[in-house]
């Protein structure tokens, strides 16, 4: 598995495209902005992107999800709660203008085959309703969640605090200690990292 980490955006949200470099198939997670720079890259890398996965539906996350559905021909995959909130025009959520809406609704304990690939989801809750991660292999995708040395923000519509800790404490915690950690923004960290020094767990 190979993965490119870009920052897009004025909040800099880490847009990932996660490829089986056997097969060069290939997803893209949390196109926040910018998709002309994530389709170079793509194209730079010769990855053939078929899937558009979504953590939640934050601007921040979800603005390139649109334009890049269009250019590459991919499925956009997001929790039915995080879609209604952007159907309804939440604060702080994407559009319809540039999110569209998904092709395939996420819950909790999917899975799915890109190449070689297996993609776990798990629901997180919290920092948004439908908050998702996406496991793969020993890498886990926290968009919002899980943050090096921190969590979510949860005073945005949707968000619960009591909500993301569970999340956290019940669902990402009880990963193996090696599993690596790609946030939505600021730099990776370990399930193990996390246990020892985050001051919210």
Do not use: W
């Amino acid at each position: 598995m190979k993965i490119k980490r870009i920052p897009v955006g004025v909040y800099a949200a880490n847009c990932y495209i996660v490829f089986d470099e056997n097969t060069s198939e290939g997803l893209i997670i949390d196109p926040g902005d910018e998709s002309r720079i994530l389709k170079k890259e793509v194209d730079t890398l010769g990855v053939k992107v078929k899937h558009i996965f979504i953590t939640h539906g934050h601007m921040d996350h979800t603005g390139a999800v649109l334009d890049l559905k269009n250019i590459l021909g991919a499925k956009v995959y997001i929790n039915e709660k995080d879609e209604n909130m952007i159907i309804n025009r939440a604060s702080m959520f994407g559009t319809l203008e540039n999110c569209g809406t998904a092709d395939i609704k996420l819950k909790d304990g999917d899975n799915f085959k890109v190449g070689s690939l297996k993609l776990e989801c798990i629901e997180t809750p919290g920092h948004t309703l439908g908050g998702m991660c996406f496991l793969i292999d020993n890498v886990l995708f926290t968009g919002d969640t899980l943050f090096q040395s921190s969590i979510g923000r949860t005073d945005f519509e949707g968000g619960d605090f009591d909500m993301i800790i569970k999340s956290i404490k019940e669902k990402l915690l009880v990963l193996p200690e090696g599993t690596i950690v790609l946030p939505g923004h600021g730099p990776e960290t370990s399930i193990k990292y996390e246990k020892m020094y985050n001051p919210f767990l």
